[in-house]
Structure formats: C-alpha cells, structure tokens
C-alpha cells in the first residue's frame, strides 16, 4: 500500500513540478547604461519588484516567480522615460507583457532620492516643461502652460494664446471658473 501511495503522489505532483509558472516582461529601448524597476501587486497581499538593465543584444527580461491565481497590477518606474501607466492583467491566463520605453525628449530633468527612515526613502523627480506650442490651419500657436489653461483645453476645448499678449494665471482661471459653472 505505501509503494501503491508513493507511486500515486509522485505521478499525481510530477506535472506541477515541470511546469513553473511565472510572469515575464519584456523591455525595449533603455538606454545605454540605464535601468528601470518593474512592479508585480497584487492588492496588498504581494508584492514584486525586479530592476531591468539595458541589454546590447535585445529586449531586457525580467521574470516573477511566486504569483499566485488572481489580477494583478504591473507598474514602470523609469526615470527619463515615457512610458505606459499601469496595466492590470489576470495570473495565469497572462503570463508575459512586453513594455516599450520612449526617452523624454529633452534631458532637463532633475531626480533626488534621500534616505528618511523609511523602508523605502523619499524620491522626488521634477521636469523642466518645454513651451507648448500647437499648429492651427498651418499656424504654430504658443499656448501657456498654467494649470487654467491646460485644463480649459482638455475639459472644454478653449485654447488660450499667449501670441498676442501672455494669458496670466488669474485670468485663465477666471475664464476656467466661468465654463466650470456653466449650467451643462
């Protein structure tokens, strides 16, 4: 009976043991010497994180062992970078994603990492903002950058012009409070 027993359990777990299940991400387009930290979660109960270099030969690879069945979230962490916000995929139909990285296109900006006490530290990245400028019927437009006018763009389709004379930021935001409370 105990060989019989043996026999079984050893038949019975040699599948799980040939098949690892893990989650791989592929990265391309890090720069020469660069890395990026990816994020594997699962609400609050898990919680990966691999750092990804810059590979000469191909896409970089990183691989999450240890997920269990259920939806997880993958994040990016790529200083320099535009990249895609997190996604949210379900372990185990998913088991790869592939993420493509775009550098900024200009290089003005600053990171600064401090250790508080914390497990993890305080970092703090700002970016220089470029002139925003839009083409109207075959016309560049240099637009302001304050928050009134970026939002009058993108809730109401208002386009402030600082061509003429600069919108300040009071007056965009009196213009902004106006559409705001408009009875729609």
């Known amino acids: 009976m105990k060989k019989f027993l043996i026999a079984f359990a050893s038949v019975a777990l040699f599948p799980f043991g040939l098949i690892a299940q893990h989650f791989e991400v592929s990265v391309t ?3 020469e010497g ?3 930290r990816l994020v594997v979660q699962k609400s609050s109960e898990y919680f990966f994180k691999e750092w990804v270099h810059y590979n000469a030969d191909g896409p970089s690879t990183a691989i999450f062992n240890g997920l269990v069945e259920g939806q997880w979230a993958l994040s990016i962490d790529a ?3 535009t990249f895609p916000s997190t996604s949210v995929f379900n372990f185990p139909e998913t088991t790869s994603a592939a993420v493509e990285l775009t550098p900024m296109l200009n290089d ?6 401090r250790d508080d006490g914390s497990a993890a530290g305080h970092a703090t990245q700002s970016y220089q903002a470029e002139p925003t400028e839009i083409v109207v019927l075959n016309d560049t437009v240099s637009v302001p ?3 009134s006018a970026i939002k009058l763009r993108t809730e109401y389709g208002v386009l ?3 061509d003429i ?4 930021n009071e007056d ?4 902004y409070k106006m559409f705001s409370n408009l009875p729609y």
């Open 160 to 162: 402030l012009s600082d």
């Open 145 to 147: 950058t304050g928050f």
């Open 172 to 175: 965009a935001y009196r213009l």
């Open 79 to 81: 200083t320099g970078y």
């Open 108 to 113: 003005n900006y600053t990171y600064n990492w």
């Open 29 to 31: 387009g890090i720069k």
């Open 165 to 168: 004379e600069p919108w300040s």
């Open 34 to 36: 660069y890395s990026i």
